[in-house]
């Protein structure tokens, strides 16, 4: 019985304490840019062709994912066997290690580089390599490969470290030689039609024709992505070109999720697995809602066209609604002070209310206008009280 009363007065007490003794607790008033969203699984639709390799020869691209090609222009290279494609894409290769090392010969380290920006240039690249072979970004990750050389390279002079380019250069042209004789392709592909070309196709680039991109049902863009997410076997392919630098995204929505849009309406969408990389869109269709309807079938139409943007099918997207600038604090830290809402502010031991007007709030943050000519506004790096006991205006925190 003592142990069993002493364990409830114990109670008590910690359950007063924390009542009257609450933490003291701040966030740093910073700039900050807030979206009003909505997520949804997209579908691309592109005006796309596949190009078919030769099945009896070795195919190897004449550009570059992204490239542009004109109509009679070539988009392939074919050779007799697999030994000569290698043999000319090892040609190729050294050309390009050629041509870097002759550039960076001419060129000098700045001497405000550090082994530490170096260092952070490789980690950051090395990241980026990392999610462009997982995404099976062709372009990004030869371009990232040799950024990385090129850093490792630049930190070897940083360091002091001896390194004879001329010679460099030298042993890549003697290598060169070797295979200039095998370097000839047979023959080529050509195209009939320009576009922009990529290596990578997924066998679905007709899962809804082009020309009826802007009349899909919402029944015809869910079957389309539940299909999608089997995948296809397309191996006679060996690219595609995108004709059209106009193309769609495709989402189903539910009907609330449209509130506020309007067809028209320009609006950026994030891809959310991409590094949140934004595309620029405008809505086509699917705002206009009738009686008892409950999903919509939501058109984006986009314009943007490189290699990345060639190789999306289904994604998952936040399309961004609205942007609002000013400084994010909880929802907590908003108080009404008289007649004004805004903050406290703990500014050297000592508490002051910051007027701020709500420009964006959800249940669990607001967004407050910042009026720097505001003498009463809320300041730069001013410490946000989002929790604190009996605060008011001139308060000593000791």
Partial sequence: MVIAILAIFIYIFVQFYSVTHIKLETVTAEKSVTYETVEAKA???????????????????????????????????????????????????????????????????????????????????????????SDMRVGDVHETANKINDCLLRRQMIIGEKVDLMKIIQSLNKELEKYSASSTPDGYLTSDISG?????????????????????????????????????????????????????????????????????????????????ATINAEIVSGTEILPGQAKTALILKCNEMTSDVASLRCEDIEIRIRSYDGIKVPATALHVNGDKKGVYALVSSQVHFREAEVIYSDDDWVILKYEADNPNGIRLHDQIITQGKELWDGKVYT
Avoid: H
């Fill in 196 to 276: 922009v070309f990529s290596s990578y196709t997924d066998g679905y680039e007709n899962i809804i024709p082009y020309e009826k991109a802007k009349e899909v049902s919402v029944e015809d863009i869910e079957k389309a992505i539940e299909t999608v997410s089997k995948k296809a076997d397309n191996d006679s392919a060996f690219g595609k070109l995108v004709t059209s630098y106009v193309w769609y995204f495709e989402c189903v929505l539910d009907v609330k999720d449209v509130k506020g849009l309007k067809d028209g309406q320009k609006v950026t969408v994030a891809l959310k697995n991409r590094d949140d």
């Fill in 43 to 133: 579908l691309a639709v592109r005006d796309e062709k596949t190009v078919q390799a030769q099945q009896s020869a070795v195919t190897v691209p004449c550009v570059e994912d992204g490239g542009k090609i004109k109509v009679g222009g070539n988009v392939a290279m074919t050779f007799s066997d697999s030994q000569k494609a290698s043999d000319y894409s090892k040609y190729a290769e050294l050309q390009k290690e050629i041509e870097y090392y002759e550039k960076l010969e001419t060129q000098t380290i700045a001497q405000t580089s550090s082994v530490e920006s170096i260092n952070s240039d490789i980690e950051n690249e090395l990241n980026k390599y990392i999610r462009a072979s």
